[in-house]
Nanobody, 122 residues
Framework: VQLQASGGGLVHSGGSLRLSCVAS????????MGWFRQAPGKEREFVSA????????FAADAVKGRFAISKHNANNTIHLQMNSLKPEDTAVYYC????????????????WGQGTQVTVSS
């Protein structure tokens, strides 16, 4: 599966951004897709994930109530709507895909997008 992420940018604290990730070249029916992020000097951390039928969603405590993940099966795309952004949300955001049982551990996931930078200024 190939993943292409987009939608990052620079925003002021309290602002919003919407990330998108398009999947191609594989079968996603038994997989989850989602997002991780990595800030400078820190390990990659889980943000949110969604099953391909949309029946399962989960998110890290740090983003609950602010970020919302969704999917659009018609074009194999997931979105991450990020609201009330904080400076600590600044990171490179990576889209990933893999079997449901392998989430939320990044070392167990095989498919990764190229990353998109999100910068939140105070």
């Amino acid at each position: 599966v190939q993943l292409q992420a987009s939608g990052g940018g620079l925003v002021h604290s309290g602002g919003s951004l919407r990330l998108s990730c398009v999947a191609s070249g594989g079968t996603l029916s038994r997989q989850m897709m989602g997002w991780f992020r990595q800030a400078p000097g820190k390990e990659r951390e889980f943000v949110s994930a969604i099953s391909w039928d949309g029946g399962i969603k989960f998110a890290a405590d740090a983003v609950k109530g602010r970020f919302a993940i969704s999917k659009h099966n018609a074009n194999n795309t997931i979105h991450l709507q990020m609201n009330s952004l904080k400076p600590e949300d600044t990171a490179v955001y990576y889209c990933a895909a893999g079997p449901t049982e392998n989430w939320p551990w990044p070392d167990r996931l095989d498919s990764w997008g190229q990353g998109t930078q999100v910068t939140v200024s105070s």
